[in-house]
């Protein structure tokens, strides 16, 4: 039995916010935020923006942090065992990924059951405006399937999930609220591509900057193969060396690489496509793994896209968008509080 962790006077087994006054803070630092994180940091360069904005949210969050860290060494056993049971040994993220086949994470099932439904409600039809920055793909979750379609929640929140998350971020993790969307359930489609003999934004090689470490849990909806313009990833052990060699994140080096940059220090048999069966899972630190997607999407391509971040995130997005709110209930675990609200905090 792992020990208790006192954290402060006055946190109960329910949780409190300790975002006390926030808004106005970001309020306030709106409009520096708005020129630092626009077109992909450029302003002062990724590496120095993200340093600006860990800075930003340590004075915010530093607290939260720590106690999600300390939650994470003395009692994540009893939050997971308290969530749910695992089942099994947690999936370990090795080299920046981990591929699990199984089919047996919890409400895999169900989520794959509702994503047909959504599927056959929403696919096929070019619904974003046109002149969308992204015309290779759509989003086609909306806010009312949260609680129309619990299953997601429930399969973002279970103790599989947040057991190998957790143990990549070292942390409790937080479902992401802005960017990435912590849900995204995103049809791609080369009708859609505005110039689909071009490559273009997440077309391209690149390493997320949302927060360190940031990792993707991606589910294929469909059978994938590489007529679906798959999820395309290089493992990180081999995108740090290419990192290295570009001094990638720096003012001078574009966020978004060529195939040709990326492959004069990268050997092309590294490239891991995620293709597969529908139910397959890839666990994803996409903050250490150049990656890209959606390319030449001749036959559409279904996935479902969580994305978690840990309480000290390195972008401004939480300032600049809008945010998601995740509801909770009273009778959630701890865990899942922590996991669904970022200000969550339990003993």
């Known amino acids: ?76 056993t009893d939050l997971l065992e308290e969530n749910g049971p695992v089942g099994r040994p947690s999936i370990q993220i090795k080299d920046g990924y981990a591929i699990d086949t199984s089919m047996s994470l919890p409400h895999l099932d169900r989520i794959l059951e509702d994503g047909d439904k959504i599927i056959s409600e929403r696919s096929g039809v070019r619904r974003s405006a046109v002149g969308h920055y992204r015309s290779y793909f759509q989003e086609m979750w909306t806010p009312e399937y949260v609680t129309r379609y619990p299953s997601f929640l429930d399969f973002a929140t279970s103790s599989s999930v947040v057991a190998t998350v957790g143990d990549a971020l070292q942390s409790i993790p937080v479902l992401s609220n802005a960017g990435p969307p912590g849900i995204r359930f995103m049809e791609s489609n080369a009708e859609f591509d505005d110039q689909p003999d071009q490559p273009h934004d997440s077309q391209l090689f690149h390493i997320d900057f949302y927060s360190l470490p940031n990792v993707y849990v991606i589910v294929l909806l469909r059978d994938t193969t590489p007529e679906n313009g798959p999820l395309t990833f290089l493992p990180r052990s081999v995108s740090q060396k290419v990192a290295a060699a570009f001094d990638y994140w720096g003012r001078k080096c574009p966020y978004r690489m060529s195939d040709d940059d990326i492959y004069s220090v990268a050997d092309q048999k590294d490239v891991i496509q995620f293709c597969g069966a529908r139910g397959t899972v890839l666990f994803l630190e996409s903050s250490g793994c150049f990656h890209y997607g959606s390319r030449n999407s001749i036959k559409p391509r279904f996935q479902l896209m969580l994305g978690y971040t840990g309480a000290l995130r390195t972008d401004f997005s939480e300032v600049v968008k809008k945010r998601s709110v995740f509801p909770t209930r009273a009778t959630d675990s701890r865990l899942r509080k922590m996991v669904l609200n970022r200000t969550m905090l339990a003993t």
Not at 19 to 24: A, C, I, T
Not at 35 to 46: K, R
Not at 47 to 56: D, G, L, Q
């Open 1 to 76: 039995m792992t020990r208790s962790v006192s954290l402060a006077p006055g946190i109960g087994i329910s949780g409190v916010s300790v975002d006390r006054g926030n808004s106005k803070l970001d309020s306030l630092v709106r409009p520096l935020a708005n020129w630092l994180q626009d077109n992909h940091m450029s302003a002062l360069g990724i590496a120095n923006t993200m340093r600006i904005a860990h800075a930003y949210y340590w004075l915010k969050f530093r607290r939260n942090d720590e106690w999600r860290r300390s939650l994470y060494r003395e009692q994540f």
